[in-house]
């Protein structure tokens, strides 16, 4: 009761400051009337706040966001370019020919620098590993495992040391890369292969043994792209043939 009446009695006192003080009290009406002008203007606009009073967009539904979008971006495969081709997958294998014709016409250094690129291109959603060969095999660190910013800096360092040399032991390169992708936790894999020439291992051309070993140890059919970079007839056809038989590819670098 005390509240109540201790404001009716500065009410009263008001009233009576207006009666002696009339040209004071105009201006503040006006400046009144002129407020609640403008709240009633933009009405629409404060009902359009949240409950702790911050902004959230007229046209998005409940739940939409920016970390929403990021989740779908994250779900989706990758899309990287490598010898001038796109290529879709979340879990990738290069199988890199750095037998001693490589070093003919820069090959290699084209291969170095397509590798490293296409390596520095993946989102840190997707898998990747890589595996060179000449006479023998030189595996980058056998795993199939995330496109972290350490593991690419290692696999650019890995394939910069390579120095070509040696004969062209494709087939188990290629089977080594199929079994090391298979332990990559994605669905969509993709084994790419680049070479200039057909296989030739201990002296012998096996071509036709190569590619039915290939096909053998491909037994879930994860396709295997092919990019040839050499000019032989021969090579053209083998690399050819073993993309069309495993759901893959042929990239022809020029």
């Known amino acids: 009761m005390t509240k109540n009446y201790t404001h009716h009695k500065n009410h009263s006192t008001k009233q009576t400051d207006s009666l002696t003080q009339p040209s004071l009290t105009q201006p503040r009406m006006k400046s009144l009337a002129l407020l609640l002008l403008l709240l009633v203007a933009f009405y ?14 007229l046209d998005l539904p409940s739940g939409g966001g920016a970390d929403h979008d990021e989740d779908m971006d994250d779900s989706l495969p990758d899309n990287v ?11 990738f294998f290069w ?21 490293i690129g296409v390596v520095n291109s993946l989102s840190s959603h997707s898998d990747f590993g890589a595996i060179a060969f000449s006479s ?4 980058f660190d056998m795993r199939c495992g995330k496109a972290s910013p350490a593991r690419k ?19 188990p390169a290629v089977i080594e890369g199929l079994r ?18 057909a296989p ?6 096996d071509a036709e043994i190569a590619h039915w070993n290939i096909l053998a140890a491909n037994w879930d059919r994860i396709p295997i ?5 050499g000019g032989d007839e021969a090579g053209l056809d083998f690399f050819q043939g073993l993309s069309n038989a495993n759901q893959g590819r042929l990239t022809i670098s020029q």
Do not use: Y
Not at 136 to 139: A, D, G, L, R, V
Not at 181 to 196: F, M, N
């Open 81 to 91: 370019l490598f010898f001038g081709q796109s290529f879709d997958g979340d879990a």
């Open 44 to 57: 629409p606009q404060i009902t359009d706040a949240s409950a702790d009073g911050s902004r959230r967009p």
């Open 153 to 171: 800096v290692q696999a650019a360092s890995w394939i910069l040391q390579i120095e070509p040399h040696g004969g062209t032991c494709l087939a």
């Open 200 to 205: 030739f291992c201990g002296g012998m051309a």
């Open 136 to 139: 023998n095999m030189i595996p």
């Open 225 to 229: 792209d092919t990019v040839f970079t």
């Open 180 to 197: 090391t992708l298979r332990k990559s936790e994605h669905d969509d894999r993709r084994l790419i292969l680049v070479g200039d020439g």
């Open 95 to 115: 199988v890199l020919d750095v037998s001693g014709s490589m070093a003919w016409n820069g090959r290699i250094d084209t291969l170095k620098s397509e590798f």
